[in-house]
């Protein structure tokens, strides 16, 4: 099983880039990694997926190493819109961790 | 627009009162799963389904209930509700079961069990 291990709470403040790393040292050759974000009360959202090296969307980039064994999460200039649970994800795409719970300071 | 809709939102109900909560999406969508989020545990899946009229149980699945006869819904059932069932429910899609394809979520049902 691909656990994965992130931080359980981060603080940062508006305006700043946030990186969130997950360890997943069991992936196999075939998961994929996922990324979620939750608010409270509230399903969680897909935020953005990758398998290797970097990927970039709208909201957010995922960088992936070669060995795969972690990634990070990074959001650009982050608001206090953006205080919410990110939860990593390998394997089996249901099987949620605890997440990390992001607080955006003003 | 595309989306998963679980109704209720809420409901307040008393113990062995069977209760069903139902989900809908609109996306085609062949996966389809619901969870309970607990303070302090997560996220943990209760059934899942890769398709119609096929169900697995998931993590937690006592004292719960599905079923797939159309693509589109999957209800939740508890039959006997049970005070420890209180919590929050999340419907959720994907075009399949494999890893690849994210998970869309709908908004949750709490459910209160006096």
């Known amino acids: 099983l691909a656990k994965t291990t992130q931080p359980i709470s981060m603080d940062s403040y508006e305006g700043q880039e946030v990186n969130i790393t997950c360890s997943h040292n069991n992936i196999a050759t075939n998961d994929y990694i996922t990324w979620y974000q939750q608010f409270p009360s509230q399903g969680p959202r897909f935020i953005i997926q990758g398998y290797k090296t970097k990927v970039t969307n709208e909201v957010a980039s995922l960088f992936i190493p070669a060995d795969r064994k972690s990634s990070t999460l990074s959001l650009p200039r982050v608001s206090l819109s953006d205080t919410a649970v990110y939860y990593c994800?390998?394997?089996?795409?249901?099987?949620f961790g605890p997440g990390t719970r992001l607080s955006v300071l003003p | 627009e595309a989306q998963v809709t679980q109704n209720p939102r809420y409901l307040i109900t008393v113990t062995g009162k069977k209760l069903t909560v139902t989900c809908s999406q609109n996306m085609n969508h062949e996966y389809m799963s619901w969870y309970r989020q607990d303070p302090g545990l997560g996220l943990r899946q209760i059934y899942y389904?890769?398709?119609?009229?096929?169900?697995d149980k998931g993590d937690v699945p006592e004292g719960y209930k599905v079923s797939r006869k159309e693509k589109r819904n999957f209800p939740l059932i508890l039959e006997s509700p049970s005070p420890n069932q209180t919590s929050l429910y999340f419907c959720?899609?994907?075009?399949?079961?494999?890893?690849?394809?994210?998970?869309?979520f709908g908004d949750g049902t709490r459910l209160s069990i006096l």
């Open positions: 389904s890769m398709n119609v009229e096929v169900t």
């Open positions: 994800l390998a394997w089996e795409n249901f099987v």
């Open positions: 959720a899609s994907s075009l399949s079961g494999r890893d690849n394809q994210p998970q869309h």
